[in-house]
């Protein structure tokens, strides 16, 4: 059981937004920033957002987060087929002295 | 761009230790701003975070697998590599290398990863 508490489904219709929660305490997400992932299956997870709401190069806007308190959230907006994957949040945590990741979120466009 | 590629035995033994190399190319591993991790992934879960190593040699361990592995870098060959001992089928798990955003403060960023390698514990 991970120390991050991510929806195990979530599920919108192509051209909709959906939200990805991840939940943690005051060692954690409170303390400390948070990244997400994109794994496509069969392939390498893909840093999406880092420090909390940062965006690499190459990922489109559709792709945003924030944080608030001890909680995380991912947004993906005007969803497309392609988005369907499992979505992971990752953050360190003070008292475990480890990098930590939620248990994942498989999402569907249905 | 930064590519890693994994390399090693796909299959170890029980008890054995499973040792794996990361190859870096398009950058160096020399650098001042970035560890270079290894997270694992066991087949259908999630991400477990193994350990980090600095060029200098500075490492850290997931606390939970510390006392089985060991992990050094080859600034020569641009490499790094994971030792882990003891193995067990709890093992078995898509293993990756990555560049990780951890120098100034201690993040979850890992900005580059390899394919990855499926390692298997079998006898």
């Known amino acids: 059981q991970s120390v991050l508490t991510q929806p195990p489904s979530v599920s919108a219709a192509p051209g909709q937004t959906v939200t990805i929660s991840c939940s943690g305490s005051?060692?954690?997400?409170?303390?400390?920033?948070v990244s997400w992932y994109q794994q496509l299956p069969g392939t390498a997870p893909k840093l999406l957002i880092y420090?909390?709401?940062n965006r690499p190069s190459g990922i489109p806007d559709r792709f945003s987060g924030s944080k608030s308190g001890t909680s995380a959230t991912l947004g993906i907006t005007g969803l497309q087929t392609g988005d369907e994957a499992s979505y992971y949040c990752g953050t360190w945590d003070n008292i475990l002295s480890a990098v930590i990741f939620g248990g994942g979120t498989k999402l569907t466009v249905l | 761009q930064v590519q890693l590629q994994e390399s090693g035995p796909g299959l170890v033994k029980p008890s054995e230790t499973l040792s794996l190399t990361c190859s870096v190319s398009g950058g160096s591993i020399s650098t001042r701003s970035y560890y270079w991790g290894w997270i694992r992934q066991p087949p259908g879960k999630g991400l477990e975070w193994i350990g980090s190593?600095?060029?200098?040699?500075?490492?850290y361990y997931n606390p939970s697998l510390k006392s089985r592995v060991t992990i050094s870098a080859d600034t020569s060959k641009k490499q790094f590599c994971l030792k882990l001992s003891s193995v067990t089928a709890a093992d078995t798990a898509v293993y990756y290398c990555a560049r990780h955003d951890g120098v100034y403060r201690y993040t979850a960023t890992f900005d580059h990863w390899g394919h990855g390698t499926l390692v298997t514990v079998s006898s």
């Open positions: 190593i600095f060029y200098g040699g500075s490492t």
């Open positions: 420090d909390n709401n």
């Open positions: 005051s060692s954690n997400i409170g303390d400390n920033y």
